[in-house]
């Protein structure tokens, strides 16, 4: 049987943040880190974000170590309770709270248990549908080539099947140094916990946080009209859609993510003046 952790306490996460203002806290997809983010946290430095961007690293990636002993599985469930606690304990809420992909599984998991933390909602590359069974059995073969051949093998067989067509060598060679960095079990953990994510679509429409839906053009795992159905079922959201990227938009055109993150930002802090919207 396939161990989980129970203790969200025993989350130490690393992070890293840039800039002043409302907290913007982004969690990274699987099986990279919060390095995704590394433009946009440029852009709150220089000051065009008007918030503090704080790309927080999930157990066993970047620099925030696996829990002792090492978990066989790390759910959607598990991870957004421990970023609560976080948030709780950095005193960091009522925050922004998004990521991409199973980063924005967790946003919406925490979302949906804790909405007196969230002010709003940042998803990219996300569906509304649970994990497809029928891609169990690749998620464990994934989860052994890393316990078996470690993380760079990983890498290697996955660095650029998220990308869009137009991702250059830079972008990949990023893609594999950071998963290459990963701890190997980490990746066996997240991928399985990936496999068992619940199906976000039931709580959406109860979300009536302002939210960002984020969607590359050319996303191979979340289509357009994927992106287009998580907009439609929640009750305030904006759908941005970035030209020629794909499941990695952060990465792969992250100014146009950084001005449409700007852009939400701007228009929260709008209807929060006096006389503005609610």
């Known amino acids: 049987m396939m161990a989980e952790v129970a203790d969200r306490t025993a989350i130490a996460f690393r992070h890293r943040s840039a800039g002043r203002g409302r907290a913007v806290v982004l969690i990274h997809a699987f099986p990279v880190d919060g390095r995704l983010y590394d433009v946009q946290l440029s852009a709150a430095e220089a000051g065009r974000l008007a918030a503090r961007v704080i790309a927080v690293d999930l157990p066993g990636f970047g620099q925030t170590p696996l829990p002792d002993p090492a978990p066989d599985v790390l759910t959607v469930e598990f991870l957004a309770e421990a970023v609560c606690g976080w948030i709780e304990a950095e005193r960091l809420g009522p925050a922004i709270v998004g990521g991409v992909a199973i980063g924005g599984y967790v946003a919406i998991e925490l979302a949906a248990r804790r909405p007196d933390l969230v002010a709003g909602l940042v998803l990219i590359g996300c569906k509304a549908a649970p994990d497809n069974p029928t891609m169990a059995p690749k998620r464990e073969e994934l989860a ?40 190997p079990r980490a990746i066996a953990a997240l991928i399985r916990g990936i496999a068992r994510r619940p199906d976000p679509a039931p709580v959406l429409p109860g979300l009536a946080m302002p939210s960002l839906v984020i969607c590359g053009e050319r996303d191979p795992f979340s289509p357009l009209d994927e992106a ?51």
């Open 144 to 183: 052994q080539l890393a316990l078996d051949r470690g993380a760079a093998a990983v890498a290697d067989e996955l660095h650029a099947q998220p990308l869009g067509p137009h991702a250059d060598g830079a972008v990949k060679a990023r893609m594999h140094e950071m998963i290459s960095s990963a701890d």
């Open 228 to 278: 287009r159905r998580v907009a439609q079922l929640m009750p305030n959201a904006d759908l941005v859609i970035i030209k020629g990227a794909g499941h990695m938009a952060p990465l792969e055109a992250p100014i146009a993510v950084s001005r449409a993150l700007a852009g939400f930002l701007d228009r929260l802090n709008q209807n929060q003046t006096p006389g503005g919207a609610t």
